[in-house]
T-cell receptor, first 113, second 112 residues
Framework: DAGVTQSPTHLIKTRGQQVTLRCSPK?????VSWYQQALGQGPQFIFQ???????QRGNFPDRFSGHQFPNYSSELNVNALLLGDSALYLC????????????FGDGTRLSIL | SQQGEEDPQALSIQEGENATMNCSYK?????LQWYRQNSGRGLVHLIL?????REKHSGRLRVTLDTSKKSSSLLITASRAADTASYFC????????????FGKGTRLSVIA
């Protein structure tokens, strides 16, 4: 039973570029949440997708957008990259209404030069 | 902003000793969870305690929750070098909705 998978594992971009990160949820999960974790900090919630719609959003600018596909997988897009966007981006999946823990992937390490 | 605050920020102990980490939070919660993170990798779920529970055990882990003080503690008994990691508490709100709100974590070093 595959857990949450994320790709790519590492990515290097320059300021102003855009990036797309991908996430496949754990089998049986229908909700995907994205978190940003800066070095030495705890993860910060970006947004959550369920039934292909953004359901909740954290305090992140519109440069951060996402999508969920019919197979529950999800993408995180970031436009006009800034140096401060350098972080570990974590995807977590869960089953809506189950009140069970979220399962996390290993993350994508994004470095902005 | 972060709701949970772990204490201490860093902890160094000898193998075989017990490690205790504390977490405080600000608002009403539905669940409180503890996660482990090894060296910048993904988060591994350790244990979930619900707001109507006071104590929970899982193997060498013991979690307590005091909702009147808005605090929780994680005890790792008989620590091992492999327990070296960052530990985070995370809460979700009283409606049961995610997202999780994390603290900054406790960095645990277990010295063999």
């Amino acid at each position: 039973d595959a857990g949450v998978t994320q790709s790519p594992t590492h990515l290097i971009k320059t300021r102003g570029q855009q990036v797309t990160l991908r996430c496949s949820p754990k089998s049986g999960h229908d909700t995907v949440s994205w978190y940003q974790q800066a070095l030495g900090q705890g993860p910060q919630f970006i947004f959550q997708y369920y039934e292909e719609e953004e359901r909740q959003r954290g305090n992140f600018p519109d440069r951060f957008s996402g999508h969920q596909f019919p197979n529950y997988s999800s993408e995180l897009n970031v436009n006009a990259l800034l140096l401060g966007d350098s972080a570990l981006y974590l995807c977590a999946s869960s089953r809506r209404g189950s009140n069970q823990p979220q399962h996390f992937g290993d993350g994508t390490r994004l470095s902005i030069l | 902003s972060q709701q949970g605050e772990e204490d201490p920020q860093a902890l160094s102990i000898q193998e075989g000793e017990n490690a205790t980490m504390n977490c405080s939070y600000k608002t009403s919660i539905n669940n409180l969870q503890w996660y482990r993170q090894n060296s910048g990798r993904g988060l591994v779920h350790l244990i979930l305690i619900r707001s109507n529970e006071r104590e929970k055990h899982s193997g060498r882990l013991r979690v307590t929750l005091d909702t009147s003080k808005k605090s929780s503690s994680l005890l790792i008994t008989a620590s091992r070098a492999a327990d070296t990691a960052s530990y985070f508490c995370a809460t979700d709100d009283y409606s049961g909705n995610t997202p999780l709100v994390f603290g900054k974590g406790t960095r645990l070093s277990v010295i063999a």
